[in-house]
């Protein structure tokens, strides 16, 4: 099952011609309509690429809904399934279109890290990690609009980094001794919580150009609170200055 899947995501993770998306302002400029045949015709190509891996994520978190508490050996293999996943995710296409794979994919290690019965806590600790790895792979990339104006994937995409939110605060990773590895995961994840809060207000920009962020993006928390928790301890003065 695991060289089969592999095999199935290969395209995601191949930055492939027809999957490649070229800045806006980085290409040649012309006072003309857009070609919307081109692009609809850009925006299926990518589609048709991305929807086999999309049905292969919905089947297997139904069926890890259904044998979760079923044998551990099938749990070990959506373990292993996972690890190529999210390694292989960090070299993944870059593409707008690709944004809900990318996170559906982070959502569903989340839950399966959450309902895992066959991990010890240091292995949770390494897949928590491995996990934000992945998920930050895709802010690597210079920022991004999204791509056509389909409303219902926007507002899709929306409720995904919701999701991805929440998830990440029901999977705290807390030891007696705090370890390096530990630090590590706290580190990433508010980083990762302040990206997540940025993507939003991008893509309600986009829904809503005439309304504030504020008023769709649940507060998490002063943005200075999550800076401080992101800064190593040896800049005492900043500290303070932030609160």
């Given at each position: 099952?695991?060289?089969?899947?592999?095999?199935?995501?290969?395209?995601?993770?191949?930055?492939?011609?027809?999957?490649?998306?070229?800045?806006?302002?980085?290409?040649?400029?012309?006072?003309?309509?857009?070609?919307?045949?081109?692009?609809?015709?850009?925006?299926?190509?990518?589609h048709n690429l991305l929807a086999p891996h999309m049905r292969l994520i919905q089947f297997l978190g139904s069926h890890f809904n259904a044998t979760r508490l079923g044998s551990p050996h099938i749990e070990k293999a959506f373990l292993r399934l996972l690890n190529i996943t999210l390694v292989g995710l960090k070299h993944s296409t870059a593409h707008p279109l690709a944004r809900e794979i990318r996170f559906q994919i982070v959502l569903f290690a989340l839950k399966v890290?959450?309902?895992?019965?066959?991990?010890?806590?240091?292995?949770k600790c390494l897949l928590k990690d491995r996990i934000l790895s992945a998920a930050l792979s895709w802010f690597k990339f210079p920022p991004q609009w999204s791509f056509g104006g389909n409303r219902l994937q926007l507002k899709a995409e929306m409720r995904l980094l919701a999701g991805v939110s929440n998830a990440l605060r029901s999977s705290q990773m807390s030891g007696q001794k705090p370890s390096p590895l530990l630090k590590s995961i706290q580190s990433k994840e508010s980083l990762l919580h302040i990206l997540i809060e940025s993507e939003q207000t991008r893509l309600i920009a986009w829904l809503y150009p005439l309304q504030e962020p504020r008023d769709y993006i649940p507060h998490q928390g002063s943005k200075a609170q999550m800076e401080v928790c992101m800064l190593p301890p040896r800049y005492p003065a900043l500290n303070s200055n932030l609160n």
């Open positions: 099952m695991t060289n089969s899947c592999e095999s199935l995501l290969t395209p995601v993770f191949n930055d492939t011609d027809r999957s490649r998306h070229l800045d806006p302002f980085y290409v040649k400029e012309e006072f003309a309509p857009s070609d919307r045949a081109a692009l609809a015709k850009h925006q299926q190509t990518v890290l959450e309902h895992s019965i066959a991990l010890g806590f240091n292995e």
